[in-house]
């Protein structure tokens, strides 16, 4: 069909119904050539019944694979046509229990053939086709219900997301969201302090101005993450990784690595013999992200805001190549494992 090739199988469930369509109208006409009087959506039930032990709604419910409200509704069907009696349960009241009236038993004989009949003409078939329906069939079902489609559309929806980000660096009209993505993470469990305000409010005077960086994560031209090389103070000071920030929604795309790497590079290439940072023990992610980068903690830690009580320092190679200080920073993380 020309629409299912141009769809492709994300119209796995156009096709699908279009095929059980199909079969559900050859299986009307089964019922009708065998004078079997059920229509097809009663057949699980009917079958659940065949063996004459009455049982409850919840019971064929189960077995079948229906909902509840889906077997009262067929077995409602089912009683007007005479086919079915619901009765109260003699130990437990409260229950409803479904069994074959005399002419669902009379028809239980035919509808046996037919389903032998259907049984070798659905095998017959099976040997035709190259790849077997059933086997598939079951292969789908016990996948999706290990990991919805719904999941897995959300995971590719995130992987495409996820690849769509690029790091740049810092333009004036970025300044918001330098500001707010860093105001977002800090205020959720601390207060923004002057320290901050000074660098947020002003990142072209304090960071880039004095030879510093700041990169912007760019997900859809829509800033998602930044992080920023700030200057030594002084000149035995040290350059420092600051205001990293990443957005919830963009966060398990690996964007706050990205930054952190465009930020070490950048102090490589500007011949920082190392890089600090400060942060907070409860922010376990980051830190974790840190040391994977290979930063180690200092046991002195003589922090710039209120909320920091850990520093850690990465050793760059004496300046070298962005290419020298990723291999150090690979070595590093490996001699961590």
């Known amino acids: 069909m020309d629409f ?29 050539m065998y004078g079997v009087d059920i229509r097809p959506k009663w057949f699980p039930v009917f079958y659940e019944l065949m063996d004459g032990e009455p049982k409850s709604i919840r019971q064929i419910a189960l077995r ?18 005479g086919l079915v009696r619901v009765a109260r349960d003699g130990e437990d009241g409260r229950r409803s229990m479904v069994r074959l009236c005399p002419k669902g038993k009379a028809m239980a004989g035919t509808l046996m053939r037919q389903c032998a009949d259907v049984g070798a003409a659905i095998e017959r078939l099976s040997r035709q086709a190259s790849h077997d329906l059933w086997e598939a069939i079951g292969e789908w079902e016990a996948l999706l219900e290990a990991r919805s489609l719904l999941d897995r559309v959300r995971d590719e929806k995130r992987a ?96 706050g690595r990205r930054l952190c790497e465009a930020v070490i590079d950048r102090a490589v290439a500007l011949g920082a013999p190392r890089i600090f940072l400060e942060s907070n023990r409860r922010l376990e992610p980051a830190l974790g992200l840190y040391r994977r980068l290979g930063f180690r903690e200092l046991a002195a830690c003589r922090p710039a805001y209120a909320r920091g009580d850990i520093r850690m320092v990465l050793e760059l190679s004496g300046g070298g190549s962005g290419r020298e200080a990723r291999a150090l920073r690979q070595e590093q993380e490996l001699s961590t494992f």
């Open 64 to 81: 079948i694979g229906h909902s509840h409200p889906s077997v009262s509704t067929i077995v409602k069907e089912m009683t007007k046509r």
């Open 160 to 255: 495409r997301e996820c690849a769509a980000v690029r790091i740049v660096p810092y333009d004036p009209s970025y300044q918001p969201w330098f500001r707010s993505l860093n105001e977002a993470w800090i205020t959720a469990r601390w207060q923004l302090e002057p320290e901050d305000l000074r660098v947020l409010d002003h990142p072209q005077r304090e960071i880039l101005d004095r030879g510093g960086a700041v990169f912007v994560a760019l997900r859809d031209d829509e800033p998602v993450g930044v992080c920023a090389l700030l200057p030594p103070h002084d000149p035995a000071g040290g350059w420092e990784l600051a205001k990293l920030a990443v957005s919830p929604d963009a966060q398990g795309c690996g964007v």
């Open 4 to 32: 299912f090739d141009r769809t492709g199988k994300m119209a796995v469930g156009s096709r699908l119904r279009m095929l059980t369509d199909r079969i559900t109208a050859d299986a009307a006409s089964v019922y009708r």
